[in-house]
């Protein structure tokens, strides 16, 4: 018999396919809130976190007698680890490949809108004006992908497919990497802007991307260049960010994720020259949620059936490596 | 000694590199606005229509008389075409090739920007609005591009490189084509669009496709079809096309041509819904003259060399078979 406690958002209804888990004779199936997780954790052995924003293990991990695996639904892991996590030998899983290709797509989707100058002509639409002027080729151009984890790879491949020069940005400095070729260190990151037009950040949340693009990066890009950030808002100094934009000192941003969500409705990024705004949603693509459930389901029978998982999480680094 | 006549727009400079063809020995430039090209026709050998939307030449043709070859400097020549040059001897090349990568990707931003629900994210940026969803693969959709001359095959390599299912429509149907695997005839296109998801329309502009894309058409296309027109407004009914959009017909349009350009400031297809409008740039990167330049004079070059041309226009056909 294996318990499984399955973290639910509240107001969400829990999909059909968890709950018809507990029919199974060798399944215990618990569904709680963030609040009830506590009460639910003893003789937990596998946990579900289908709530994947949530930080409540941190606070009743003590109660995790029994815990051997948690799955979260999601690519990034950053609002999980903890140091008592860390240190324990519970395994975690993440949401590694749902999202690889659609987040691909959206990159794609903000670096034409930027190429075509697709604010430009709609901001000339709503003025009803016809205004002839030439945009830039996406062929032959050069981007720089920070992160080189699975999305990062999608991102390379994709953006390579349609003529890009790609390489990338992660934990160490290497070549011959087959999605990137060449890999700088990300703490190198403002020695490496230059000639770059598209710089794409995917990097995970961790000590070392805290903050990572900071004014000293974005003074570093080139005038034209085009920051896009699909990984973890925090990665970024918003205010530096901003004025970036502001001062022209980058071209344009599409921004994905910012360091508190929801973006404050007062918040001056909103207004910010250049940018493009989307709430958090590059992965989610129609479908996305039975597709997690689709990855969450082959990997518990991977564990019923006691065969390794083909990936997980690095708790120590913060991600798959 | 070849007479050389340059049709140029009125008030744009003359490229340096076509006034210094005048410098050689064996070469006469003339170089004239529309108004004066009955003036300059009579001993002209080969005219370059660099003002490559006049209709000049219709009215002043019968002054030519020793002209041998006419090239347009654009992809579409519907504007020059007329009975007598169609009946005569006169060779007539275009822009092949020179446009074909810039409008993929231009096309590619259209689809990708109505995929990823761009229009709806921008208008929640405006109102400071973090509104998550769920928005659409590329991958494992299916595409037909009316129009399958180099253009529309670089359309069809661009969105098969991110895994859509792409075929087309010409002027006679057929299969095993390289590009676009099953080709139907473009007067069955309202046979032929159940479950598209992007209709694109790069065709030339013909007695065939002059209205292609009327009700009967829209009302064919699935509601939750995009329709792209990068070739020629004219094989658009634009009324038809509005009412779609209105009605929900069709869900979205990129519209980067119309039958009257500029667009009227009142015109009704301005306020649309969901409809992307750009003023006929889709081709015209950075650099597009220089390219149309060295096109040119690579061409002239294959003339005064008597070498024969590796493409001209049909002009019983309207264009480059």
């Known amino acids: 018999m294996t318990t499984l406690t399955i973290l639910n958002p509240p107001g969400s209804p829990v999909p059909d396919r968890l709950t018809e888990l507990g029919r199974r004779d060798d399944v215990d199936v618990r569904i709680v809130t963030a609040d009830r997780l506590g009460e639910a954790l003893p003789g937990t052995e596998v946990l579900l976190l289908w709530d994947y924003f949530s930080t409540a293990l941190t606070e009743v991990f003590d109660a995790a007698d029994e815990l051997r695996w948690i799955h979260v639904a999601a690519a990034g892991v950053d609002a999980l680890l903890f140091d008592e996590l860390i240190a324990s030998e519970v395994v975690v899983t993440n949401a590694r490949g749902v999202f690889d290709r659609p987040i691909a797509e959206f990159v794609l989707s903000f670096v034409l809108m930027h190429a075509k100058s697709a604010l430009g002509s709609l901001a000339d639409q709503r003025e009803h004006r016809w205004n002839r002027r030439s945009t830039r080729d996406l062929a032959g151009t050069r981007a720089l992908i920070v992160g080189t984890g699975s999305i990062g790879r999608e991102i390379a491949r994709v953006l390579r497919a349609l003529g890009v020069d790609v390489s990338g940005a992660g934990s160490r400095a290497r070549t011959g990497d087959a999605d990137f070729g060449d890999v700088i260190d990300s703490a190198d990151l403002a020695a490496h802007l230059t000639g770059v037009d598209w710089v794409i950040d995917v990097a995970p949340l961790t000590d070392r991307t805290a903050g ?13 260049a085009f920051f896009v950030n699909v990984g973890r808002g925090a990665t970024v100094d918003t205010d530096a960010l901003v004025t970036a934009l502001e001062t022209g000192a980058i071209a344009g941003a599409g921004i994905d994720v910012v360091d508190v969500e929801p973006l404050p409705a007062d918040h001056r990024l909103w ?3 250049s940018v ?7 992965g989610d693509t129609e479908g996305w949620r039975e597709r997690l459930l689709d990855q969450f389901l082959d990997l518990f029978e991977t564990y019923r059936a006691g065969r390794p998982f083909a990936h997980t999480v690095d708790k120590e680094a913060g991600y798959v490596r």
Chains 1, 2 share one sequence.
């Open 212 to 224: 990572l693009f900071d004014a000293e990066v974005f003074a570093a890009m080139e005038p034209h």
């Open 271 to 273: 207004e910010a020259p």
């Open 276 to 282: 493009i705004i989307t709430p958090h949603m590059s």
